[in-house]
């Protein structure tokens, strides 16, 4: 929704503490200073998230307003069910690391957070990194889901990018917290491995690490019981010269370490090459490929669709509302799904370039600077 559009409708009732009804550009003013109030200064999505989509919210609660013919009251409970929206959605997506109080790093890692929605990360490096990593995510899942409840149930509310980030995070939480129970499962034949996977926080290469220095330790009690115990029967046979009997279990021990010589061998060559996968670690592999899928600046929303489909099918429990926004953003176009704001507004600047020579200046929509259209 540009300036030069919004005049030509009639003005709409805004609370002005007077009953008053304020014109569209006075609605303008208004939402900057609802904003302003609200939220810190910002120029750009990449500079402030939270005040960017706030704005753009902003425009379509005004458009919806102005189409339904509602009043000011009804704007502002707009603006309202928008910020409490993204409030929530934020709260859900937080990694919960930053206090509301602490060292002075701490006060400014806070605030930069507060700017911030949704920041991607590949789940691929947190399953390889345990579960400490900072490409890990975990969702307040409760809370996401009432939240993304709110925002479907407000179609006006809809906008691509918003949407990109709540199936984004749904998708790597998903992801990481299925890799994490990959890794921790138990293994036939393997019963200390959910011990190791605590010990090494989930960290792949301190696991392998980990596994074989608990085989080592088997082997060395191993030896300690089938080469120690062996060799005193042998020397207390050929002690009490029980020659030939001492002779036989020589035999036979030589026999079995050479066996088991043989057989460490093939290990150590099989160990040097990759085994199958597990079903599961497919699995998971075949998931991370609807990650993959929706990486920007353009999505294609029917792939997307079609991966969480055959992922399903093969076992995926995805969260609901991840079908839910993809469903609705293949209603709105099967083929494109533009998730980068930098993306969309050169797009709108373009239209804009184009329509210039024959639309007027007019003000400046400075907390809705882009359209509402979806």
């Not at 302003?36 to 750009?44: F, H």
């Not at 409840?149 to 509310?157: I, R, V």
């Not at 669709?305 to 995805?318: I, Q, S, V």
């Not at 998730?339 to 797009?347: F, G, I, K, Q, Y």
Request: glycine share 6%.
């Amino acid at each position: 929704m540009s300036a030069d559009i919004l005049p030509q409708y009639r003005p709409v009732p805004i609370p002005s503490g007077r009953g008053e009804a304020l014109s569209v550009p006075e609605a303008i003013a208004y939402t900057t200073r609802w904003i302003d109030i609200r939220l810190s200064p910002g120029e750009d999505f990449d500079g402030h998230q939270m005040r960017w989509l706030m704005t753009q919210l902003a425009t379509r609660a005004l458009a919806e307003t102005i189409k339904t013919g509602g009043d000011g009251s009804a704007y502002s409970e707009r603006l309202h069910q928008s910020y409490t929206v993204l409030r929530r959605a934020q709260a859900a997506l937080s990694d919960g690391k930053h206090r509301w109080w602490g060292s002075p790093a701490e006060d400014q890692a806070r605030k930069a957070a507060e700017r911030v929605m949704w920041q991607r990360r590949d789940p691929g490096r947190g399953y390889v990194e345990g579960y400490e990593s900072r490409y890990q995510t975990s969702l307040r899942e409760d809370q996401f889901n009432s939240c993304v409840a709110d925002y479907l149930a407000q179609p006006w509310m809809r906008h691509p990018v918003l949407d990109w980030m709540l199936v984004d995070a749904i998708v790597t939480h998903e992801l990481s917290r299925f890799g994490e129970a990959v890794k921790k499962a138990e293994e036939p034949g393997d019963p200390w491995r959910r011990r190791r996977y605590l010990r090494a926080r989930g960290n792949l290469e301190e696991l392998r690490n980990l596994k074989w220095k608990a085989e080592f330790q088997l082997q060395l009690a191993s030896a300690a019981f089938f080469i120690v115990v062996p060799l005193l029967g042998i020397g207390a046979a050929f002690h009490f010269d029980w020659t030939t009997t001492g002779i036989w279990l020589l035999g036979i021990y030589t026999l079995v370490v050479i066996n088991e010589l043989w057989s460490l061998v093939v290990k150590l060559i099989r160990r040097s090459v990759p085994g199958p996968e597990s079903s599961s670690q497919t699995l998971w592999r075949e998931m991370y490929e609807v990650w993959r899928l929706l990486e920007g600046p353009v999505v294609n929303p029917m792939l997307v669709g079609a991966e969480l489909a055959r992922t399903t099918r093969r076992g995926a429990r995805w969260n609901s509302a991840a079908w839910s926004i993809v469903v609705r953003a293949m209603e709105h176009d099967p083929l494109e799904w533009v998730v980068v704001p930098a993306e969309r507004d050169a797009a709108r600047s373009d239209a804009g370039r184009q329509d210039g020579a024959r639309s007027a200046p007019s003000q400046s929509l400075d907390p809705t600077s882009s359209a509402s259209s979806s």
